[in-house]
C-alpha cells in the first residue's frame, strides 16, 4: 500500500480559502487518490477522488502533481462545518488491495469564526 | 434516503458474550466493509465482500466473522466478545472497490 504523509493539524478562518497538503511519493500509476473527511462523532464522508487530472466538484477541488507523489485539497471558503479529520488515501484499483481504505492519522482541521 | 443503516447504535456487552451488528445499504451497491476505529485512530478494514456471495479478510479479522445475506446486508459477528475489540464499528458500502464508500454512523460498542 502507498504511504501517506500528511500534516498532524492545520488552523483557518471561515470564509477563508484551505489548502490541506497530502505527499504520497509511492503511489502506484493505478491508485486513484481519494479524499475523505471525518466529523466528530461521524463516520467518514466522501469528499472527492482523482486519479491525474484536478477535479472539482461541489465540496471541494482536488489538485494533482504531474508526478502524482503528491496532492492537494482546497476548500475554497471553508465554513465551521468543514471543522473535522481530513484522510488521504491512496486506492488500488488491481491486485489483492480490492478497495480497501487505509486511514493514517489524517490532518485535523480547526475552523475559527 | 437511508444509504447506510447500522444496527444497533450503542451496546455494551461482557466479556464472553457473542453478538451481531447488522449493517443494511439501499444504494444496489456490490461492496461492502466493516471497519473498527479506536479511540484516537484511523479506521482499520476488519472483514469486507466484494460482492454478494464472497467475503475477504482486511487488516483485523481475529476474533470475527461476517456473513454477506443479500446483495443489501451484511452482517459482523462477535462469537466470543473481549474487552479489546470495544471499539466504534462502521459499515461502508461502494458500488465496486475503487469507487468511493459510503458510512453508516457506526455501532459503539463497549466489551467489559
Known amino acids: 500500500d502507498a504511504k501517506t504523509t500528511q500534516p498532524n493539524s492545520m488552523e483557518s478562518n471561515e470564509e477563508e480559502p484551505v489548502h490541506l497538503p497530502c505527499n504520497h511519493s509511492t503511489i502506484s500509476g493505478t491508485d486513484y487518490i481519494h479524499w475523505y473527511r471525518q466529523l466528530p462523532s461521524q463516520g467518514p464522508e466522501y469528499v472527492i477522488h482523482g486519479l491525474t487530472s484536478n477535479v472539482n466538484n461541489r465540496m471541494a477541488s482536488l489538485a494533482i502533481a504531474e508526478d502524482r507523489k503528491s496532492s492537494t485539497l482546497i476548500l475554497h471558503r471553508a465554513t465551521l462545518r468543514d471543522a473535522a479529520v481530513y484522510y488521504c488515501?491512496?486506492?488500488?484499483?488491481?491486485?489483492?488491495?480490492?478497495?480497501?481504505?487505509?486511514f493514517g492519522q489524517g490532518t485535523i482541521l480547526t475552523v475559527h469564526p | 434516503n437511508a444509504g447506510v443503516t447500522q444496527t444497533p447504535k450503542f451496546q455494551v456487552l461482557k466479556t464472553g458474550q457473542s453478538m451481531t451488528l447488522q449493517c443494511a445499504q439501499d444504494?444496489?451497491?456490490?461492496?461492502m466493509y466493516w471497519y473498527r476505529q479506536d479511540p484516537g485512530m484511523g479506521l482499520r478494514l476488519i472483514y469486507y465482500s466484494a460482492s454478494e456471495g464472497t467475503t475477504d479478510k482486511g487488516e483485523v479479522p481475529n476474533g470475527y466473522n461476517v456473513s454477506r445475506l443479500n446483495k443489501r446486508e451484511f452482517s459482523l459477528r462477535l462469537e466470543s466478545a473481549a474487552p479489546s475489540q470495544t471499539s466504534v464499528y462502521f459499515c461502508?458500502?461502494?458500488?465496486?472497490?475503487?469507487?468511493?464508500?459510503?458510512f453508516g454512523d457506526g455501532t459503539r460498542l463497549s466489551i467489559l
Open positions: 461502508a458500502s461502494s458500488e465496486w472497490g475503487s469507487q468511493p464508500q459510503h
Open positions: 488515501i491512496p486506492i488500488d484499483t488491481g491486485g489483492t488491495s480490492y478497495g480497501k481504505l487505509t
Open positions: 444504494m444496489n451497491h456490490n461492496s
